[in-house]
Antibody
Framework: QVQLVQSGAEVKKPGASVKVSCKASGYTFTGYYMHWVRQAPGQGLEWMGRINPNSGGTNYAQKFQGRVTMTRDTSISTAYMELSRLRSDDTAVYYC?????????????WGQGTLVTVSS | SYELTQPPSVSVSPGQTARITCSGDALPKQYAYWYQQKPGQAPVLVIYKDSERPSGIPERFSGSSSGTTVTLTISGVQAEDEADYYCQSADSSGTYQGVFGGGTKLTVL
């Protein structure tokens, strides 16, 4: 069965970086984009970007350009999202979600979410 | 930046029909997707490509599109449908830029 398992909660100080992992199983990792979406406490969903695990190509939301880096390791079917220069308003739950590359039928599987808390 | 606009809240009684709208200039050119999110849970895809329903999603969920507005319709609303609903699409210009609407809280009275 398809599973996306994310790394555990993180607490970071302002100005630091955080790297969240998303390990995929149960499907062909290179056949699906991996999107990253975040949700601040009590707020809505925010798209951060996506990576094509086959090519490594990325698209980032303009808001995060220069601060976010998405990578992948196909040997272990894992995607990563690193966010740098953290601020308090980066406190959020970060989700990974897959979407087909050849056929875009929506983000049909999501990770469980990773809470990142930024506090001094 | 590109925006999708949803009403903040919709309320209906059990058994009634709920309609949640989402407006955006690029919607005539880009598909819309709908996600349901209950408290403390990850979102769940309920509609893709404007009107397609994933397997396992009840038939009471349907989607439609007209011009710059897409609509999620829940017929015969049940108490378990109370949740936040988000539309999602993409900008139609240049490099892919995904976007979510602000979300709509569906309350079942």
């Amino acid at each position: 069965q398809v599973q996306l398992v994310q790394s555990g909660a993180e607490v970071k100080k302002p100005g630091a970086s955080v790297k969240v992992s998303c390990k995929a199983s149960g499907y062909t990792f290179t056949g699906y984009y991996m999107h990253w979406v975040r949700q601040a406490p009590g707020q809505g969903l925010e798209w951060m970007g996506r990576i094509n695990p086959n090519s490594g190509g990325t698209n980032y939301a303009q808001k995060f350009q220069g601060r976010v880096t998405m990578t992948r390791d196909t040997s272990i079917s894992t995607a990563y999202m690193e966010l740098s220069r953290l601020r308090s308003d980066d406190t959020a739950v970060y989700y990974c979600a897959r979407e087909g590359i050849a056929v875009a039928e929506g983000k049909d599987y999501w990770g469980q979410g990773t809470l990142v808390t930024v506090s001094s | 930046s590109y925006e999708l606009t949803q009403p903040p809240s919709v309320s209906v009684s059990p058994g009634q029909t709920a309609r949640i709208t989402c407006s955006g200039d690029a919607l005539p050119k880009q598909y819309a997707y709908w996600y349901q999110q209950k408290p403390g849970q990850a979102p769940v895809l309920v509609i893709y490509k404007d009107s397609e329903r994933p397997s396992g999603i009840p038939e009471r969920f349907s989607g439609s599109s007209s011009g710059t507005t897409v609509t999620l319709t829940i017929s015969g609303v049940q108490a378990e449908d109370e949740a936040d609903y988000y539309c999602q699409s993409a900008d139609s210009s240049g490099t892919y830029q995904g976007v979510f609407g602000g979300g709509t809280k569906l309350t079942v009275l």
